[in-house]
């Protein structure tokens, strides 16, 4: 057994008996009963608000901000508490909130480790509209809040890890979406990416200081609905449901990324309302992730492809099907929106390169060298040691080979001795994992040991809530598309139970096993390789899991991504030379990248490869860095031999300019030594972004390079980085 140690049967706690009332299947009329609540998504004046969490810190600020922008809160929930707060009724549980504030939504604002009981509290109750905004909250309680959902057809959730959902024309907010990116408008966002739809927001709307070039009638964001998670209560076809029929939207922008396959159902569900519309609204869409590193979480829950799941590259070329203008960067939403509600473009997705120049000309062209004296060297040590006591910010635990193989033999799972014997030829693909266009989880077949075989196929089954689940009814389906023998159906049958049984009672995301069913008998089906993957956030934030997140050798991995988790800063090399990547580090890959918030980081790495430059990682700083955040990135990135400039790029929609500036002086004056061959292209849009510019500015220190338009930022990174090399 290698000397690990053993897993202990760890099971998550059962839901409440209303939860448990029915047995929750994937059929369609299941599905049908959700899609009712559909109408709840449409918010605006009328929308009696709730919060959940209402006392604490965090809800409290927030209210504070959606009241006096004109949110319609009317009271909240503190379990066990009554009173007042903010002069608004608290109620002791959302049962009596309803029956005494007759809410049309919630927010849930509450930690990770109770929002999945916050969330079946509202379900129960019956709350037409749910967002729940936290992070972290652990998958397999996901999975049982869905099979929750499909037997109802009250309630509607937004989330989780989601911003939220928010109307700028009704002034109704319900998460937390930075307000000055929104004033009333013409144009509605569906997003995965919290910082994608930020940006893009930024740069549809008209504000008459800063976008005098836009058109009044364009305006700002009308409304979003968004989720991160690998789950997400209401998706992006969701949300373009209800902006073709809302009459004050008369233009839609789509931010995708990598994980599941919402941007292929938008783009299959844009054909077909292209077909029976005659006039259509314009939509354009940017997919972040075009670069990401397979098999990685790229920051965020949902910023990962499971088996058979499509590439960000595959979306963009659906939605350009689709009929769908394509961009690469969010500050090109507004004037390609604009030149197509003006009728002076069609809407083919062609032609989206030379909108990209006009796109540059409307954006303020503004450029900022400074060169001036250094501050006095200080001290900087190249060996870092993490911080205790924070937060690691990692999404998830593979395991590799013999560890995976050692756990299953610990399941008494049948593992072939001698692997590397079996021919190719004769294995096959099983797996456990989620299907995230139905919200269950599923079993994954191929006759090869291909997910992308055209004989692959994905089989649901109904989350097992409680006791196991029934998967007598799809086995023989299974045992067929293996192209495996009769009288391998017993073992098959075994082995599928075993392995749904480790996925549910060890909180897996992933179970991807080879099989085969060698000589002599070929009846015995026995597993020759595995690659899983389990749940952090069942570790960190549900507290479970403890036995099998001891098996994470870091001495596996890059020792600069480890260094960086305590900090809650996401880094992955980029090139090779790093991670679960394999070969030599490519020097070509020489820009460091600091950004903040994960699909606009993908997006940056993806950009600057459209601009000729190859970036050497992708760094998220989270969306709420802090100075000291950003010092830190900068000595992650500089810890790369490979890197010749910096490019930070900065929208600050949460995260304020003003702060990250304070941190890149910092940055400066603590790694001189460091930053005196090394340039840092600087740009920063969005909250306190004058302020930022004169920080820098105010500075003094050379090597600086600051600017306002993307374009320019990322062409002068580019140049840097070549005449550096």
């Not at 990547?581 to 918030?597: C, F, K, P, R, Y």
């Not at 430059?613 to 860095?625: E, R, S, Y």
């Not at 061959?677 to 090597?703: H, M």
Request: hydrophobic share 40%.
């Amino acid at each position: 057994m290698l000397g690990r140690p053993a897993l202990r049967e760890t099971r998550l706690p059962r839901l409440s008996a209303a939860a448990c009332r029915s047995s929750f299947g994937t059929t369609s009329v299941n599905r049908t009963k959700y899609d009712a609540t559909l109408k709840n998504l449409k918010i605006g004046k009328h929308t009696r608000v709730i919060f959940q969490g209402f006392t604490g810190r965090q809800a409290t600020a927030n209210a504070k901000e959606s009241i006096a922008w004109g949110t319609n809160i009317v009271g909240g929930v503190t379990p066990g508490r009554g009173g007042e707060h903010l002069g608004l009724p608290v109620l002791p549980s959302v049962k009596k909130a309803v029956e005494v504030l007759k809410p049309d939504a919630t927010g849930i604002y509450v930690a990770a480790h109770q929002a999945p009981a916050a969330i079946e509290e509202a379900i129960e109750a019956e709350v037409p509209l749910i967002v729940a905004v936290a992070e972290h909250i652990p998958l397999h309680d996901i999975l049982r809040i869905h099979s929750m959902l499909k037997t109802q057809s009250a309630s509607r959730l937004v989330g989780a890890n989601s911003p939220g959902i928010i109307s700028s024309v009704g002034k109704c907010r319900i998460g937390f979406q930075p307000l000055p990116c929104f004033e009333p408008g013409k144009v509605g966002i569906v997003a995965k990416s919290g910082t994608l739809s930020y940006e893009g927001r930024f740069f549809i709307p008209l504000d008459t200081r800063l976008h005098r070039h836009f058109a009044p009638a364009l305006g700002r964001v009308s409304a979003l609905a968004s989720a991160a998670i690998s789950l997400s209560g209401t998706g992006l076809v969701d949300g373009l449901k209800i902006l073709v029929e809302d009459e004050e939207t008369e233009a839609i922008a789509i931010c995708g990324e990598i994980g599941g396959f919402a941007e292929m159902e938008v783009a299959e569900w844009i054909q077909e309302y292209r077909s029976r519309i005659g006039n259509p609204k314009p939509i354009a869409a940017v997919v972040a992730g075009v670069n990401a590193v397979p098999g990685r979480v790229m920051g965020h829950a949902g910023a990962f492809a499971l088996p058979g799941e499509p590439d960000a590259s595959a979306k963009a070329k659906a939605l350009e099907d689709a009929g769908v203008a394509v961009i690469n960067h969010p500050s090109r939403f507004g004037p390609v929106l604009k030149t197509l509600l003006s009728g002076s473009q069609t809407q083919s997705g062609n032609g989206i390169a030379s909108l990209r120049a006009t796109a540059a000309m409307q954006q303020r062209r503004t450029l900022h060298t400074f060169a001036a004296k250094r501050p006095l060297p200080r001290a900087w040590h190249q060996k870092v040691t993490p911080r205790q006591g924070t937060t690691e910010n990692r999404r998830n635990l593979y395991l590799d080979r013999d560890v995976a193989l050692d756990v299953l033999r610990q399941q008494d799972i049948d593992v072939l001795e001698t692997p590397d014997n079996v021919s190719d030829s004769v294995q096959h693909l099983l797996a456990v994992s989620i299907n995230r266009a139905t919200s269950s989880p599923c079993i994954i077949t191929s006759p090869t040991t291909s997910d992308i075989d055209e004989a692959a196929r994905s089989f649901d089954f109904d989350y097992p809530v409680h006791g196991v689940p029934d998967l007598a009814p799809i086995i023989p389906d299974i045992l067929k598309t293996l192209n495996l023998g009769e009288g391998s159906l017993v073992t098959l049958s075994t082995l599928i139970h075993q392995l749904v049984d480790l996925f549910t009672s060890k909180e897996a995301f992933l179970l991807q096993t080879h099989i085969a069913a060698p000589a002599p008998d070929h009846k015995t089906v026995q597993i020759t390789h595995a690659h899983l993957g389990f749940d952090d956030a069942a570790h960190h934030s549900g507290k479970r899991q403890a036995d099998i997140h001891a098996l994470r050798d870091v001495s596996l991995e890059d020792a600069a991504e480890v260094s960086a988790e305590p900090d809650g800063i996401v880094y992955i090399k980029l090139g090779g030379g790093g991670g679960d990547q394999l070969g030599t580090a490519d020097e070509s890959h020489n820009i460091g990248t600091l950004v903040n918030g994960a699909g606009l980081a993908m997006n940056t790495v993806d950009a600057l490869a459209d601009a000729g430059g190859k970036a050497a990682n992708f760094l998220d700083t989270g969306g709420k860095a802090t100075s000291e955040t950003v010092k830190r990135s900068f000595e992650v990135i500089l810890g790369d031999e490979r890197v010749k400039c910096i490019f930070v790029n900065i929208f600050g929609g949460l995260t304020l300019g003003d702060m990250i500036a304070r941190g890149i002086v910092l940055a400066f004056r603590d790694l001189e030594e460091q930053l005196a061959t090394i340039p840092v292209v600087v740009r920063i849009r969005g909250t306190n972004e004058a302020e930022g510019q004169k920080i820098i500015a105010d500075s003094g220190l050379a090597g600086l390079y600051a600017f306002d338009n993307f374009d320019e930022a990322a062409a002068k990174a580019v140049e840097l980085a070549k005449r550096s090399s």
